[in-house]
Every structure is written in structure tokens, then in C-alpha cells.
């Protein structure tokens, strides 16, 4: 069973940059996927980011250049640099994880809510 636990988001002003953590309870999360999703008002969740364990990453479209996606191993962490923030960023982040190769994420952290006020 892998915890995850992401750090407290915020209320940030558009420009703004903000990072966000998701530490897991267990070692073996170096070996999973990561991934970060996030869920605005009245609308589906959508993925953002994710990394794998050597730390290839792939991003939604819209937000290359913006976001960006790490990961500590040693720290068992993984973080998502958000740059250039809008107020259609506002949203409840998510992290969560799978092995690789599994088709959807098992494990997901309890959100952390990001406002971006105008």
C-alpha cells in the first residue's frame, strides 16, 4: 500500500509561481510512475504531469513550459513546479502513482487545493 501526502497549496496571484510536493509513505515508490492530475469546479479531472522513476516526464499539452515535474528519489518525493500561474489553474491538485506498465493510478493523495486569484 503506498501514502501519499501532498503539501498545502495556496492562494497565489496570477504570475505568481508555486510548488507543490507528494512525499509517499514507501521506499518502493522510486520504482512507480507519478502522476498530477487536477480537478477545477464543475469540471473533470485532467492530467497535468507525470515521471517515471528515471525521471522521463510527459505533460498536458497546455501546460509545457509552465509546469514542471520532478522528483528526489532519495526523498522518496516527487514535486511540481507550477511557473506563471492563472486563474484557470485554480483547482484541487492530486497526486498519484501506478507501477509501470499499469493502465490506471491505484494510489492518490487527498488534494491540496491551488487558487490563483486575477
Known amino acids: 500500500q503506498v501514502q501519499l501526502v501532498e503539501s498545502v497549496g495556496g492562494l497565489v496571484q496570477a504570475g505568481d509561481s508555486l510548488i507543490l510536493s507528494c512525499a509517499a509513505s514507501?521506499?518502493?515508490?522510486?520504482?512507480?510512475?507519478t502522476g498530477w492530475f487536477r480537478q477545477a469546479p464543475g469540471k473533470e479531472r485532467e492530467f497535468v504531469a507525470s515521471?517515471?522513476?528515471?525521471?522521463?516526464?510527459t505533460y498536458t499539452e497546455s501546460m509545457k513550459g509552465r509546469f514542471t515535474v520532478s522528483r528526489d528519489n532519495s526523498k522518496t518525493t516527487v514535486y511540481l513546479q507550477m511557473n506563471s500561474l492563472k486563474p484557470e489553474d485554480t483547482a484541487v491538485y492530486y497526486c498519484?502513482?501506478?507501477?509501470?506498465?499499469?493502465?490506471?493510478?491505484?494510489?492518490w493523495g487527498q488534494g491540496t487545493q491551488v487558487t490563483v486569484s486575477s
Open positions: 498519484a502513482a501506478k507501477s509501470p506498465g499499469a493502465r490506471t493510478y491505484p494510489y
Open positions: 514507501v521506499l518502493t515508490f522510486i520504482s512507480y510512475v
Open positions: 515521471i517515471n522513476w528515471i525521471g522521463l516526464s
